[in-house]
Structures are given as structure tokens and as C-alpha cells.
């Protein structure tokens, strides 16, 4: 498909950040052209473009274009776990509610769910995930067949895969299809024996790999590994050469001046999860010393069972309110800070260097923020108004590699919702009832 | 209009609290059946109804009706500086920002503005307000002609109004139509001296009135409040006789033993705002501490300058998310008690005994909770999904005095939103091009 959009105010989160108006052309899954689109014989001619035929030229009537979203730390389909687990302390609600009904899910049942999943990041302009949890090949399966760009981050910890099983993974799930990637990781630190760990060195070093994982997101944690090594969870990982070839770790809420310093030198990335962190009572993650200390911060939701929904906007305005009440000073971390965070961020993280921005030649994941909306009036200051007053309501578009999978509260990925929302529903039933 | 609601799941919010299927049915303005609905001819006969003709018959899907949210502190014509006037402390956004754009404020600006803040209520569910704004002759004709329940609190300070403008405007403005009343109540004990304090104190008592006030929202004003006076806010209010007929404080962010005791004693609401007080970096609400004490909490969104938006999903989120961080106890207030807060607590701090809940003989203030999305799956349960992961785009429909004003994205204000819109932005233009 070739669709000129026209009459936008484009972000493309290209530095400085700015807002545009005029138009952007996709032809195929790439963006071609970002400009004021005046004269498009000139600019096809001077650009060296072959005319195109537009399948769709769509009216922004003055929306908003930006880079799709991208959600850091996800687990899909713990959408099982919505309203099933809350209201307890982490070890517990991993111990107890989570881990005893992770043992039962299938392919089937793990594809299902993370395709409800993926209904719900459409709707929130989320456009690539970092995901972490069972069974990647469902999980790719469905990532795919839906359309959603993702990558997934091995778990492996005391409980499995082997490291055959996790080197087969890294083979397979690799090249597969476009839209997919597998990276090394695992679980945590408090779910891996040293042996493992020293395993999972080895084979980032022959991978030359960077590797994600959780990391010091409880006191707790922290303090068991202290225990346990006499230091910290990253000072451990960066002792056995985990950290050699980048990567970086999800949650970075109980960080020492150790710490920051392994993260700055390695170029490691933090991933910050505020509404879990919050839900989990887990505290508030030390934002504006990681930007203090130029060390990127990507925002991720974290899965449905400690969150407990899908949504950018929810986070994006955590990131920066419990920003500015833990530094007890309300110009802390602004919302350009934040937007970046929540996509060009996002994208390093997942090591998609071409869906960082909306510039020539990058893919074309893109979503359009209805500003016809109260909340975004009146147009002042339009980034500002998506971080601190924006909402899933405002997603009028949600496109990924040049495909339009959600247009004004209707999806495209070639399932209807119903039939997810009632497969999922008799997983649901069929999994606790059997518990 | 006779509307008859079916096939929905109602939660009443009477208690116990619990989602029941079935119908329910609205004559004019009132709720005059709420059952299974099997046989409309034995159920008028056995409660003695006249036969009533649909007007509209709402198959609901098995969507969830409960009582609109009821935000209980906000002031709605500062859609005028969203995104206008983002991180700065407190006190340099009232008096540099704040201060002087609002008294350029006209009628109509304020009329215009309110009306925004209406439409964006709708979208989130919020069918009464409790409002504290300047020109309350505007605020009123605004609200009234769009349909919006609201209850405004005299926003009396240093600066204005004088207390016979103040006597006036409760004479005039109470009664005048149906949706609208007028309550005691000023500014906060910063921008009032002691002498004022006492003449409201004595107007309280001459007409036996409730009281609200911004109170404790920062720690600066507490600790200033001290040095003036020896005590707290909470104090020197009670110590004067301004609680004498109760009422209650917006924000309470930072209260000492002897301030829960006072509201305790004379049966005061705290409302919280904790996004604004997030963004504003005043602090954590105790939430858990009110709820131990009995004292009843409601929850307000604060005017969108300070949040920025008006939208009850994420301060219910907020306020149980902040409540388990700040008591580190991821059980800490359940989703119950968060939407008992945001309706049926909201409703007691206006003084609205028939909004509280679903029941037959309350006003129809009505939404309609939309299931068939993917953040509402699976549905296990109902009041957890609500809290913990919904959205203004769950807002099917907004139904305040028996009229639907807001229905799958569509608003029925007597106004189109567009021409909103564009007023707002001359507004908005006209008044900062000046200053």
C-alpha cells in the first residue's frame, strides 16, 4: 500500500524535537517522504522517486503523526492474570498466583492471549514490544500473525528452558519473519543459580549479545543478592560479563551509585515500569538520575497481572509525575524527556535503529493523536498535552510496518476481537477451574 | 425520554457491593427499576408503575452500568492553561502563571472554557462536579446549558469576592435550576486573613453550611500556616467554628493526628487530587490513615493546569497505586473502596443523597462501561478491571439527569464540539497575546 497522509502536524522525534505541519508518504512498510508535500512532482523528481499511485490519502484535518509507541517490558499473555492476582506482595503473587498457573499454559492457550494483548497496544499507539515469557514460538506465531513488530527477550532461569533449548531459540527465532527478533536474557537474579549465570555469560560472549533482564525491583531483591554475593544485582551480572556486550535491565528502582556507574560505562538501557512498581509497592524508580547520568530510561508496562492494562499514556504520565514527587521538585523530567522515552528510546532498547523516528527510509510504524478531542484542546503545546492530559481515546490510528491494524476503534489484524475476547474467556475459565 | 436499559451487568454501588444481571429502567430523570426484568407487566403491577413507553430500548451487551463518577474538586475554565503553565512549584505557578491571566478572564471566557471541561467530563464518565472557580454566574449557565450536575464552592479569598457578593451568590445561585447548587467555601488559609476566616465562620453558622477549602496541599503551606498561627490549617479552620457544620478540605496531603481527629469529629470528606499533586510534586495523600479513621474519602481531578487532564480512570489508579507505594503493602486500598470513593463518597461530599447509587428513586446519572475492548478482558472481575486497567475509552455512554449526553464518542450538549474547540482557541489566543 502507497497512503500520502496530508494536512498533519508531524512529531517525528528527530532531535531538535519539533512540530510540523504538512505531509508524510508511505510507500510500502517505509516512509519516503516527511515535508510540506506542495509540489509532489517536484519533490518526487528532486527526491529521485518513482511516481507512486496512492492506495489511500487520508485527511489528518491537523492530528497529529508520530513514532509509534514502544513498550519496553511486556508479558503478553498474562492477560490470563488480569484481576486474577492482585492486591499482594511480589514474591507472593509470583509464588503463589503466578507461577502454579503459568505451569498450565499451552502453545494454543499462550498464542490466544498474547493476541489480546495485542488488540490492546493497538489502542494505546503501541507499535513494537519487548516481550519476555513462555512458549516464543506461540508467541511469535501470534506477534506475527497479528502484524506486531516485537522482539523477544529469552527468560530462562532455574526453572528452564535448558541452554540448548535457549541457543535453538536464539537460532530459529532469529530471521524467521520481519517483524520478529530474539535477543538473550533471563529471568532475574534471584531466580538463577551462579552456574546459570555464568552459562548465560558464555553464550552472550559467543553471541556477542547484549542481555535484559529484571533487575533490583525490590528492596528485597536487592537485599537477598547482597546476601547471597555481597553485592548488588548488577555488580554480579557485570562481574560475570553479562553486561560485555550492552543490554540493560527492566525496572532499575533500587539502584546504588555502584550501579549507575556499571550502567553508564556498559551503555546499558533502563526500563522503567511505574505503574507495576506502583501496584507491586515496589517504589518509584530513580528517573532523574538515570538522565543525570545520561543513561537512557525506555518505558515499559510490564504484564497485565501487576499493571493491569496496556497503556503508554498511563505510564508516560507516571514517569514524570513520580519523577517530580520523588525529587520533590515539579520541573522534573519534562514531557519531551518523556516522549522520547516512550519511543526512540523504546526502539534502541529493541535495537531497531531504523523505528526510531519518523524520518526517510525508517519503517513505517506511525500513529495519529486525535487532537479533535477535549483533552488535547486547546493545541498549545502539543507534547505536553500527550503526556500529561493524552489517553488512549485520542489513538485515532495505529500503523506498523506500513499497515493500518487500528482506525478509528476498528482493528485489522484478520481476527475479529469477539473471537479473541471468547477464546480467551474459556482459557480463562478452563485454567482456574482445573486449579 | 423512557429508556429501558437490558441485558447489562449493573454494579448499584449499594452494598455489599456486587455486579447483578439484568435491567434497568429510567422514567424522565429517575432510576425506577432495577431487576432481572423478566416480566415488565408483573413488575409494574406489583410496584404500582404506570405502564411506561420506551422511548429508547438500550441493548447493553452485557456492559456495565454504574453510577456516573463524581469529581469532587476541580475548576473547570483552566482548560484555558493546560499545557500552559507545566513544571513549577506551586506557589511560582499561582502567583506568576495563574494569578494574572485569571483576572483577564471574562463572562464568556469562562463560559466557553467551562464548556470543554464538560464535554472532557463526559468522555471520562463524570457526571457531577464539584467546582471553585471564579464568575460563578458563567460557571452555572455553562454546566446548566449542557446538562452537567454540579455543585460550585465559593472560592472567596483576599482578593474577592466581598461577603455581600458571597451572600448573594448563595441567594441567587441556589434553586435557580435543578442541576445546580451553591456551596459555602473558600479558597485556602494562604490567601484569606484571620478576619476573614471569622466572617466566613459566621456566615457558616447563619446558614448552618458545610465548608470546603483547599487545605494542607503543600507542606510549605502548613509549615507557614504554623508560623502564623501556632497550628495547622485544620486547627485554626475548627478552632474558628468554620467546621461547626461540616464540609471537608481538597488535596490533604499533610495532616497531623489532632487534623484526622478534627475531621473525624465533625464528619469531614477529604477529596483527594493525586495526579495534581504528583505533578505539583505536593506529596502522597494518606489514604490508608483516612480509611482507618473512617473518615470518607472522594476523589477529584483538580483543574486540568495542574493535572492536566479531567479523566476519573487515572486517579483511580492513582489513588490505590499511590496508596500501596506510600503504605508499602501492595494490598493497601482495594478496588472497591477506589470506586466507592469515586461515586457514591463523591456524591456525599456535594450533598447529593439521591446520586449515590443506582437505586429506584435516584436521579439517572448513569454510564455505561464498555466491556467488548481488550483491556476489559477477560471479564473475571468487574470492579478490579474498572480501577486497575480502565480508560476513558471504556466510556460507552454518559447518561446525567436522564439524559444521554455522551454515547459511542458522540456528545448531545445543544453545542457541537468543534465550535468548542475553536471559541476556546480565540480565548485562549486572545488572552496570552495580550499579557
Given amino acids: 500500500m502507497n497512503i500520502r497522509f496530508y494536512n498533519a502536524r508531524i512529531i517525528t522525534m528527530e532531535e531538535p524535537i519539533k512540530v510540523i505541519e504538512g505531509e508524510l508518504w508511505v510507500q510500502g ?13 517536484k519533490v518526487f523528481k528532486e527526491n529521485n522517486f518513482e511516481p507512486v499511485i496512492w492506495d489511500r490519502e487520508i485527511d489528518c484535518k491537523g492530528n497529529v503523526l508520530m513514532p509509534g509507541f514502544k513498550d519496553a517490558h511486556t508479558h503478553s499473555a498474562m492477560t490470563l492474570m488480569r484481576s486474577y492476582a492482585d492486591d499482594m506482595p511480589l514474591q507472593d503473587w509470583l509464588n503463589k498466583q503466578i507461577f502454579p498457573i503459568e505451569a498450565k499454559m499451552d502453545y494454543d492457550d499462550v498464542y490466544q492471549l498474547t493476541k489480546l494483548a495485542v488488540l490492546e497496544y493497538l489502542t494505546s499507539g503501541i507499535t513494537g514490544v519487548m516481550e519476555m515469557y513462555l512458549d516464543p514460538y506461540a508467541i511469535q506465531d501470534a506477534f506475527n500473525d ?114 549507575y556507574q556499571i550502567m553508564k560505562k556498559r551503555n546499558l538501557i533502563a526500563v522503567t515500569n511505574p505503574a507495576s512498581n506502583l501496584k507491586l509497592a515496589s517504589g518509584i524508580c530513580p528517573i532523574s538520575e538515570f538522565l543525570k547520568k545520561e543513561i537512557p530510561v525506555a518505558i515499559g508496562t510490564d504484564g497485565p497481572a501487576s499493571n493491569n492494562c496496556l497503556d503508554m499514556f498511563r505510564e508516560m504520565f507516571l514517569v514524570t509525575g513520580l519523577a517530580k514527587y520523588r525529587d520533590n521538585d515539579a520541573s522534573s523530567v519534562d514531557a519531551l524527556d518523556v516522549l522520547k522515552m516512550a519511543t526512540v528510546n523504546g526502539a534502541k532498547a ?18 495519529m493523536i486525535d487532537l479533535n478531542q477535549p483533552n488535547m484542546q486547546p493545541i498549545h503545546n502539543i507534547p505536553k498535552n500527550i503526556v500529561y492530559a493524552g489517553s488512549k481515546q485520542n489513538v485515532k490510528m495505529t500503523m ?33 477451574e482445573e486449579s
Same sequence: chains 1, 2.
Fill in 29 to 41: 512498510n517505509t516512509i519516503i517522504y516527511v515535508g510540506d508535500g506542495l509540489d509532489q512532482e
Fill in 146 to 259: 497479528c502484524g506486531m513488530r516485537n522482539v523477544q527477550v529469552s527468560g530462562i532461569n532455574k526453572f528452564g528452558p535448558s541452554l540448548e533449548e535457549l541457543e535453538k531459540r536464539i537460532q530459529v527465532l532469529n530471521g524467521k519473519n520481519e517483524l520478529s527478533s530474539f535477543m538473550m536474557g533471563f529471568h532475574a537474579e534471584y531466580t538463577c543459580s551462579k552456574e546459570l549465570l555464568q552459562d548465560i555469560s558464555a553464550l552472550a560472549h559467543k553471541y556477542q549479545a547484549p542481555v535484559f533482564m529484571h533487575n533490583s525491583e525490590t528492596a528485597l531483591e536487592v537485599k537477598e543478592c547482597v546476601e547471597r554475593y555481597g553485592v548488588t544485582p548488577t555488580v554480579i551480572f557485570d562481574q560475570l560479563g553479562i553486561f560485555d556486550y550492552g543490554g540493560g535491565g527492566y525496572h532499575c528502582v533500587h539502584m546504588s551509585e555502584t550501579d
Fill in 350 to 367: 529493541m535495537g531497531w535503529s531504523d523505528c526510531e523516528t519518523l524520518s526517510v527510509g525508517s519503517k513505517a510504524d506511525i500513529i
Fill in 400 to 432: 506498523i510496518n506500513g499497515k493500518i491494524l487500528y482506525e478509528d476503534g476498528q482493528f485489522h489484524i484478520g481476527v475479529s476481537p469477539k473471537d479473541v475476547y471468547e477464546e480467551c474467556e474459556k482459557i480463562s475459565k478452563r485454567l482456574y
